[in-house]
């Protein structure tokens, strides 16, 4: 009888995740908090997934390995970099392409000729990786003043720290940065939901009724209602157009995919990766950026 109401139970499972237009499992362990919810997303936006005994491990340390997946997953990147000099990954190793592809983004660099991919990363580690892959701006160090741990955040991480906390996309409601330990998955999903809220991967015209910070992650997309919005990113594997209308109140435009067409006032526009286009025809940009490789039209276009 109990191995029968375990294949019910089971069958139970898989009709409910099939039914439902996103994957989303109903995880054993989920914590019933913030970073329930934070994780929960993540999932349902394919950065993060579960194990198969049904657990989401939110305490569970982070590798620098499983860190390149969620970043990758988050930005679609596809396009890899050559990693063969460095001496501590091969190949052979599960997450060999997925490393290639975060040193290509940009968000690893290694140290040397280690990528150290099973270490566990750092909140300073992570807040440079985001800062960076999110082409975030110099931020004045004393944000940090007032965190009594500030005096351990390394030199090299200092900078970035400063770019996530002035944002307040960390450290609102805490006395401590904790630089030097681990993060969580848990803490990571939460630090993402921070920054990303809504994510589109399906083309045509989207309105964003939360106001949450956008992803966008499909070909095509016309953003017609920003609706308050602080960010909106272009994913790496994005190739086509993507229309923001309405964009006065918007304050960073990042573009690391395709051909971006603003329509109104962006307090800073970033052209982030090679081969990325915006189309300045009708857009007012306060502070501008690019590395080598980005084109900024400036004639009119017909979009049809």
């Not at 992570?126 to 004393?142: G, L, P």
């Not at 190739?239 to 067409?261: P, Q, S």
Request: proline fraction near 2%; hydrophobic fraction near 40%; charged fraction near 25%.
């Amino acid at each position: 009888m109990i191995y029968i109401k375990k294949i019910l139970c089971l069958l139970l499972l898989i009709f409910i995740t099939f039914s439902t237009q996103e994957y989303v499992l109903a995880y054993i362990d989920m914590p019933e908090n913030e970073l329930g919810d934070a994780l929960q997303k993540s999932v349902e936006n394919g950065i993060m997934t579960g194990y198969e005994d049904g657990t989401i491990r939110a305490y569970n340390y982070i590798t620098r390995a499983e860190m390149a997946v969620m970043i990758t997953r988050c930005f679609d990147a596809e396009e890899q970099a050559d990693i063969s000099a460095f001496t501590d990954i091969s190949e052979q190793d599960w997450c060999y392409e997925t490393m290639s592809r975060a040193v290509a983004m940009g968000a690893f660099s290694g140290d040397g000729d280690k990528l150290m991919p099973d270490d566990n990363i750092t909140f300073q580690e992570v807040f440079t990786i985001i800062a960076k892959v999110f082409s975030m701006e110099e931020e004045d160090t004393d944000v940090l003043d007032k965190y009594s741990d500030s005096e351990d955040i390394a030199d090299w991480a200092e900078g970035y720290t400063a770019m996530i906390v002035a944002r307040g996309y960390w450290g609102k409601d805490t006395e401590k940065l904790r630089p030097l330990e681990n993060i969580t998955r848990g803490e990571f999903a939460q630090l993402m939901n921070n920054i990303i809220s809504v994510y589109v991967d399906e083309p045509g015209v989207f309105v964003n009724e939360t106001g949450g910070n956008i992803m966008v992650r499909a070909e095509d997309v016309t953003i017609n209602d920003p609706n308050g919005c602080e960010l909106i990113v272009t994913g790496d594997g994005v190739n086509g157009l993507t229309v923001i209308n309405n964009c006065d109140n918007l304050k960073y435009l990042v573009v690391r995919g395709g051909e971006v067409y603003p329509v109104g006032t962006v307090f800073s526009i970033r052209l982030a990766m090679p081969g990325t286009v915006l189309n300045a025809a009708e857009v007012k940009v306060d502070h501008g950026g690019g590395v080598e490789g980005t084109t900024v039209n400036f004639g009119d276009k017909n979009l049809g």
